[in-house]
Every structure is written in C-alpha cells, then in structure tokens.
C-alpha cells in the first residue's frame, strides 16, 4: 500500500482514456496548458481553468473515429493520453480546443447535452479510463484495461 501511494504522487502510473466529444476533432493534438483552481463569482464556487498562471498540464489527443450523429452532429471518439494529473486536466484541455466531451455538465455545451440526453438517454460524462498500468514493487509491468461501455457504440452509431 505505500508503495502504491508512493507510486501515485510521483505519478509513475500511465492512463489512458476513451472519450467522445463534440464536432470533429482532428487526428492529433497535443495540449499544454496550465491549469488553475479560479474562484467564478458567476458560479459562485471555484472551477478549475486555463490559466498561464497555474500548474503546468499536458494531454495527448488521437481521433479515432468520427461519425455525423443524427442528433449530435459531427461527434468524435478520442483516445487520451495524460502527462500530468490535473484536476479535470482532460475535460478542461479538450474545452479550451473547442471539443467539449458529451456529457460533461461543467465544462461541456448544455445544448449538446440536452440533446444526449432527450435522444439516447445517457446522463453522465462520457469518459472512460480504458488502461491503467504501472511497475510493481519488484518491477514488473502490471496492467489493467477495461471494455468501453455500451453506450459508446450507441453514441457512435
């Protein structure tokens, strides 16, 4: 257990995640931009945002299939790779390029999700840590991958 903790805060684990986001997203993209926790007197409530002035965070973006919904419009499924373990690094990184991820009530388009949810019913975020891995305490690679859930194929069709 402390070696995993110890793991964690050195940020020795890669993940990688699945995600779908609004229009169409082009085949690779790299973000780098600083995030930092800014009090919204709009929302009454601090919200993570882009900021020179925050913590650095980088994010790796493949498309990997995009598809004209017949509710959504042009929808794309994102592989995403992390660098940086940000809060809401993948969500915020993906709504400053203009390419919020359906579902998403904070960062993402109210419109887009009204329509995800009055047409196909989903009602999350549609963002999904597919590979989880890191070395163990004696060095060998240990990996986890998880199955997209159902209603990406249903998002996708």
Not at 48 to 62: C, H, I, L, R
Not at 102 to 117: E, F, Q
């Amino acid at each position: 257990l402390q070696y995993i903790n110890q793991i964690i805060r050195d940020r020795e684990i890669d993940k990688e995640y699945m995600t779908i986001v609004a229009w169409e997203m082009p085949d690779h993209l790299i973000c780098e931009k600083s995030i930092e926790k800014v009090y919204s007197k709009k929302f009454g409530s601090s919200r993570m945002m882009v900021d020179p002035a925050g913590q650095t965070a980088k994010s790796e973006f493949w498309n990997i299939k995009t598809v004209e919904n017949f509710v959504l419009w042009a929808i794309s499924c994102v592989k995403v790779k992390l660098y940086t373990g940000r809060m809401h690094q993948i969500r915020i990184h993906l709504a400053s390029e203009w390419f919020s991820i359906l579902g998403d009530i904070i960062y993402g388009s109210a419109m887009i999700n009204r329509k995800l949810y009055k047409q196909l019913k989903i009602n999350r975020q549609v963002l999904h840590c597919s590979k989880y891995s890191f070395k163990n305490i004696d060095g060998k690679n240990i990996f986890f991958e998880a199955n997209l859930p159902g209603d990406f194929d249903k998002i996708m069709t």
